[in-house]
């Protein structure tokens, strides 16, 4: 990391301190009004130079976006709890049994995204989805909320039945696709309710 000007420390510095405080980024015009700049160009100035040092990130088309490189690996690092919610057949589609509640360790590493309040995670049981290198026993982390798109692995209701199956759309007709040959496609005769999208799958090495 290259050697930071006073300046650029001092604003190093704020940012950190307004950030652990749990007080959001400061904005560059908050910036130019701390240091008492005459606007906020010149703060432009300095933040460009501490990206370019490493110092700082800027996730591009988000407010407030800054953020310490140091802090965002070490969140990046943290580990969070996602709930398991039982298990669901990644096979034929059947009643999924709810299991106790259950909350899993993971870190933004592991599983590529942030955590939300619409995260949860289901252990796998069956072996249709091989072909998306989805095991059984492996656990799922899915996200409830976004429409899936075709070709994403979803947890669906299916005809009141639940299972872990590819979304596919055929002349404007959702269905389910597995990714096993042994199995055949789920097409609803009642109802396709989809309970979450699959964002990061977990597997354990040693069985």
Do not use: W
Not at 88 to 97: L, S, T, V, Y
Not at 145 to 162: H, T
Not at 172 to 186: H, I, Q, R, S, V
Request: hydrophobic share 40%; with cysteine; glycine share 8%.
């Amino acid at each position: 990391m290259h050697s930071l000007t006073d300046q650029q420390q001092a604003i190093r510095d704020f940012i950190e301190r307004e950030v652990t405080a749990g007080r959001p980024c400061p904005s560059q015009r908050e910036i130019a009004g701390h240091f008492g700049f005459a606007s906020k160009t010149a703060a432009a100035c300095h933040v460009r130079a501490l990206v370019k040092k490493g110092v700082l990130a800027v996730d591009a088309g988000k407010a407030r976006s800054l953020q310490l490189v140091s802090l965002a690996r070490a969140n990046r690092r943290a580990a969070v709890e996602i709930p398991l919610f039982g298990s669901i057949p990644a096979g034929f589609g059947r009643d999924r049994e709810e299991e106790a509640d259950e909350c899993i360790p993971v870190t933004i590493d592991s599983i590529g995204f942030k955590p939300t309040r619409n995260t949860f995670a289901l252990r796998v049981s069956g072996d249709s989805m091989m072909g998306k290198h989805i095991l059984d026993g492996d656990i799922v982390v899915l996200e409830h909320g976004p429409e899936p798109r075709p070709g994403q692995v979803v947890a669906a209701l299916i005809d009141r039945k639940s299972t872990l199956k590819t979304f596919v759309v055929k002349n404007g007709k959702p269905f389910l696709k597995a990714e096993n040959p042994k199995y055949p496609d789920l097409i609803p005769s009642d109802e396709l309710m989809i309970q979450g999208v699959v964002r990061a799958v977990l597997r354990r090495l040693e069985k």
